[in-house]
């Protein structure tokens, strides 16, 4: 299994609150995701990483900024929640070797804004 | 833009049976892979089984395997001898290796439930 966590795995909030989650990976792979999980709607892209300081936008990025300082971490920031982000979050690097173009996910996060 | 679509909201297997999970998708690119992950519910998302769009024979991964048919965007996975642990929700997803970064497209979900 890819060495990925996701902290905080819960957390509770109010609206206009900043909120940053942290993804965490020990595998040094370059390529990094958030996604959120709604119901009937699967999984969509946030935001992806290509490097140390390399972001660029999903399909669902407003409201949603980004940071990768360091090849294993990929921060998720909130920079004032509302309740239409309360979702789970997971995070997913790909994998090295024959499997670079699979993604692994992260145990997930499960944000609520009230 | 691609679409993956998953019409079975929710599946029933009796145990020790076989079910099939239909999943089509919509694209107009010949490279691509197409995954199939399951979400039990611990919420972990877990790899079950990948196949690679140029490759015509189709992928299994014990009890697990698709049948992939390039032509009719058809990509279904057929859970043989199923067990009590194979419920969970399982979701189809695509993969183009040109777009943003090659992010995974998913589909609704199916809903497996399995009966002892």
């Known amino acids: 299994d890819a060495g990925i966590t996701q902290s905080p795995r819960h957390k509770v909030t109010e609206t206009g609150t900043p909120v940053t989650l942290r993804c965490h990976q020990t595998?040094?792979?370059?390529?990094m995701y958030w996604y959120r999980q709604d119901p009937g709607h699967g999984l969509r892209l946030i935001h992806y990483?290509?490097?140390?300081?390399?972001?660029d936008k999903g399909e669902v990025s407003d409201g949603y900024s980004v940071s990768r300082s360091k090849t294993e971490d990929f921060l998720l920031t909130l920079e004032s929640a509302t309740s239409s982000q309360t979702s789970v979050y997971f995070c997913?690097?790909?994998?090295?070797?024959?499997?670079?173009?699979?993604?692994?996910f992260g145990p997930g996060t499960r944000l609520t804004v009230l | 833009a691609q679409t993956v679509t998953q019409s079975q909201p929710e599946m029933s297997v009796q145990e020790a049976e076989t079910v099939t999970l239909s999943c089509t998708y919509d694209?107009?690119?010949?490279?691509?892979?197409l995954f199939w992950y399951k979400q039990p519910p611990s919420r972990q998302m877990i790899l079950v089984i990948r196949?690679?769009?140029?490759?015509?024979q189709n992928a299994t991964e014990n009890r697990f395997s698709v049948n992939f048919q390039k032509a009719a965007k058809s990509f279904s996975l057929k859970i043989s001898d199923s067990q009590l642990g194979d419920a969970a929700m399982y979701f189809c997803?695509?993969?183009?290796?040109?777009?943003?970064?090659?992010?995974?497209?998913f589909g609704q979900g199916t809903e497996l439930s399995v009966k002892p």
């Open positions: 595998e040094n792979h370059r390529y």
């Open positions: 990483s290509y490097g140390v300081k390399d972001t």
């Open positions: 694209t107009s690119e010949s490279d691509y892979y």
């Open positions: 196949q690679e769009a140029y490759k015509q």
């Open positions: 997913a690097i790909n994998g090295g070797g024959l499997n670079t173009d699979t993604q692994y």
């Open positions: 997803a695509y993969r183009s290796p040109y777009n943003q970064g090659g992010k995974l497209i």
